[in-house]
């Protein structure tokens, strides 16, 4: 089974306007962290946002909030006021267990355009 | 914040020759480090982690004799590509762990290499 899965290949967003990402997960481990990075065409990842399995309240990075449904293993991105300089790949990973050490699990990411 | 550098950015090769990716962390120790790949609009794959001063543990499917990784240091993990074929044109990223109670992953900007 696939252990992360973004089921939005590509999505559009009308610039200014609010943008939720999905993003769901599997894992039987009780403690995990999930990721959300961004890739723009030059390939270098960008960290945006990281929870917890233990945090209660979900993350929040200026226009970046990430949706944790615990029960239902999802961890949406929403993205507020999209920019043009938001269009990018993003990707969602997972990092299983308590060990920070271990490696991050990336979905498939969804390709996000932000229309003018 | 924490950067990880990586260079080249981009290297173009003859089959059969190897290239040697270097990925520094700039300012922090980075006891393990982690190779990714990724072809065109797909997501990373892990391909091994690197250990300072021990043997790298790759992943399944993973060619150690293709794919050497040296961990000299704790600031300097290199993957050397042997014998390049066409099939490993690839873009290939490291990141590295920030120590401290940041969960953060920093990437390198990544290499893309072609091999003719």
């Known amino acids: 089974a696939q252990k992360i899965t973004q089921t939005q290949p590509g999505m559009f967003v009308q610039e200014k306007e609010a943008v939720t990402l999905d993003c769901t997960y599997d894992t039987s481990d009780q403690s995990y962290g999930l990721f959300w990075y961004k890739q723009p065409s030059s390939g270098e990842m960008i960290f945006l946002i990281y929870?917890?399995?233990?945090?209660?309240q979900n993350a929040t990075e200026g226009r970046y909030s990430l949706n944790f449904q615990k029960a239902r293993k999802s961890a949406n991105l929403v993205i507020s006021a999209s920019q043009l300089g938001d269009s990018a790949m993003y990707f969602c990973?997972?990092?299983?267990?308590?060990?920070?050490?271990?490696?991050?699990?990336f979905g498939s990411g969804t390709q996000l355009t932000v229309l003018p | 914040g924490a950067v990880v550098s990586q260079h080249p950015s981009r290297v173009i090769c003859k089959s059969g020759t190897s290239v040697k990716i270097e990925c520094r962390s700039l300012?922090?120790?980075?006891?393990?480090m982690f190779w990714y790949r990724q072809f065109p609009k797909q997501s990373l794959m892990l391909m091994a982690t690197s250990n300072e001063g021990s043997k790298a543990t790759y992943e399944q499917g993973v060619e150690k004799d293709k794919f050497l990784i040296n961990h000299a240091s704790l600031t300097l993990s290199t993957l050397t590509v042997t014998s390049a074929h066409p099939e490993d044109s690839s873009f290939y990223i490291c990141?590295?762990?920030?120590?401290?109670?940041?969960?953060?992953?920093?990437f390198g900007s990544g290499t893309q290499l072609s091999v003719l």
């Open positions: 990973a997972m990092r299983e267990g308590p060990s920070s050490a271990r490696q991050l699990t």
């Open positions: 990141s590295a762990r920030s120590p401290g109670a940041n969960e953060k992953l920093f």
């Open positions: 300012d922090f120790q980075a006891t393990t």
């Open positions: 929870q917890g399995s233990y945090d209660e």
